[in-house]
Nanobody, 126 residues
Framework: QVQLVESGGGLVQAGGSLRLSCAAS????????MGWFRQAPGKEREFVAA????????YYVDSVKGRFTISRDNVKNTVYLQMNSLKPEDTAVYYC???????????????????WGQGTQVTVSS
């Protein structure tokens, strides 16, 4: 069982930055692919970014490429999402997720992840 706890959300003006953190319990964090998803009011949960268990390769949805950076620290059992040049359309609840399937492929669909955090609100004002 893995527990994920997000932090770092808040209210920021357009063009600003936030850094989200997701701390994971357990000793096998380095075996999980990790992902960030978001859900805006009235919309489905969407993929934002994911990182391979080794931390070598990252994947992003097109709308955040060049603005967001996912990273991980396998010693601290933490995954991060650095968000720069924020836009009002980035407003959502952001969730981190863990894939413990040991598959090679890094998933971009929510059904490919096994554990979820409680979410942290990010609000970008115009």
């Amino acid at each position: 069982q893995v527990q994920l706890v997000e932090s770092g959300g808040g209210l920021v003006q357009a063009g600003g930055s936030l850094r989200l953190s997701c701390a994971a319990s357990g000793r096998t964090f380095s075996s999980y692919h990790m992902g960030w998803f978001r859900q805006a009011p009235g919309k489905e949960r969407e993929f934002v970014a994911a990182i391979r268990r080794s931390g070598v390769t990252a994947y992003y949805v097109d709308s955040v490429k060049g603005r967001f950076t996912i990273s991980r620290d396998n010693v601290k059992n933490t995954v991060y999402l650095q968000m720069n040049s924020l836009k009002p359309e980035d407003t959502a609840v952001y969730y981190c997720a863990a894939d413990d399937s040991l598959r090679l492929r890094v998933g971009t669909s929510s059904n490919e992840y096994d554990y979820w955090g409680q979410g942290t609100q990010v609000t970008v004002s115009s």
